[in-house]
């Protein structure tokens, strides 16, 4: 039987959580693994493999059977995993346009609540598993990702385009990887869940340069997190989407099964002072579907503003 090729693009703070996973468990029998890095990541990898500093793995290090700095240059992939931010999607997309077939599958592994939906506007035909991941792990310095707390989670759902589409090798990687994972028929609900967290706590713990902790448990920051979860919650009922009724409780709560200083990486990037950053990907999205419906999104108009103003952007 042909292997799989499995193509990992972006290794930082998820590709190398995951990708790290994927090399080590891998039956070389079965699949190869290519990871694809660009500038000094591609350097650092070539020269001393992928460090993963995580309790679940005392061995730090791995090697991929092929490393490539241009997604164009590698051969055809069975499945892709994307691991990029969302404002490099649209880029890596359009690369990966010359090498799939309609055959590869793409699982995204981001933030967002309608990423699938813009990889089939450039990717019309292939399969797309709408997912959401859970890991707090972050680049420590190129090539090196660090990993805390609990072990990451990936939810994956089917593409509704292709439902017929055969996945059990795609779960049997990830199985023999000793990936958490759930798969789900539908794994909507499961996205706007992760959304109503990431984005809310996300610009809360930009604005404050604060942690998941604080976000969520120091009482001015904490008012300001719940009234914007109230407004995607709004959102979602509206596109009925089916978030349970207590979501902002639950949301809150799950704060807690994170390390109290665990940073947001919009946070990260925001008081870094980079103009790449996941602004537009949480309150720009919030305000255009709620501009959309026909919604109020004071108080995520309002953080949106301060943002900017931060990052010194008009
Ligand atoms: N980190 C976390 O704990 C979590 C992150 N997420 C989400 O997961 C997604 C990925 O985040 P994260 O891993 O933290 O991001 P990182 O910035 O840590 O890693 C993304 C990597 O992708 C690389 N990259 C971008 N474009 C290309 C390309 N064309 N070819 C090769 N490499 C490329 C970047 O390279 P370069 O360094 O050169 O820019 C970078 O190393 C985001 O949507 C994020 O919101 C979700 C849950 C948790
Ligand atoms: C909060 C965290 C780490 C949770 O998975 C995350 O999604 C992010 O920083 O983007």
């Not at 090399?23 to 001393?48: I, P």
């Not at 990966?96 to 077939?101: A, E, N, Y």
């Not at 699982?107 to 450039?122: F, K, Q, S, T, Y």
């Amino acid at each position: 039987m042909k292997k799989k090729h499995i193509a990992i693009i972006g290794l930082g703070g998820v590709g190398g959580y995951f990708g790290f996973k994927i090399c080590q468990n891998k039956l070389s029998e079965k699949h190869t693994v290519s990871f694809v890095a660009r500038g000094e990541t591609y350097r650092k990898l070539q020269a001393d493999g992928l460090t993963l500093l995580s309790e679940e793995h005392p061995n730090h290090r791995t090697q991929a059977d092929a490393l490539f700095q241009n997604i164009v240059e590698m051969p055809r992939p069975d499945l892709v995993l994307i691991c990029v931010k969302e404002y490099d999607l649209e880029n890596v997309c359009q690369q990966l346009k010359s090498v799939i077939s309609e055959d590869t599958i793409i699982l995204p592994m981001m933030n967002g609540a309608d990423i699938h939906e813009r990889i089939r506007l450039v990717l019309p035909e292939q399969t797309i598993l709408p997912s959401c991941i859970y890991v707090a792990s972050h680049i420590k310095s190129k090539g090196v990702v660090e990993h805390k707390g609990k072990s990451g989670k990936l939810i994956l759902g089917r593409d509704q385009e292709h439902s017929k589409r055969q996945l059990d090798w795609v779960l049997e990687l990830l199985e023999n990887s000793k990936i958490n994972y759930e798969f789900k028929d539908n794994s909507l609900v499961d996205i706007w869940e992760k959304f109503i967290f990431i984005a809310s706590v996300g610009l809360v713990s930009a604005k404050y340069n604060s942690s998941i902790g604080e976000a969520c448990n120091n009482p001015q920051q904490k008012d300001e997190t719940k009234r914007i979860m109230q407004e995607i919650k709004e959102i979602a009922d509206k596109k009925e989407i089916g978030l349970a009724t207590d979501i902002v409780d639950q949301t809150l709560a799950k704060s807690s099964a994170f390390p109290y200083d665990t940073p947001t990486s919009i946070q990260l990037d925001i008081n870094a002072g980079k103009k790449h950053n996941e602004l537009e990907l949480f309150a720009g999205a919030i305000i255009k579907y709620a501009t959309a419906l026909q919604l109020a999104t004071p108080y995520t108009q309002q953080i949106y503003q301060e943002l900017k103003a931060k990052l010194n952007v008009a």
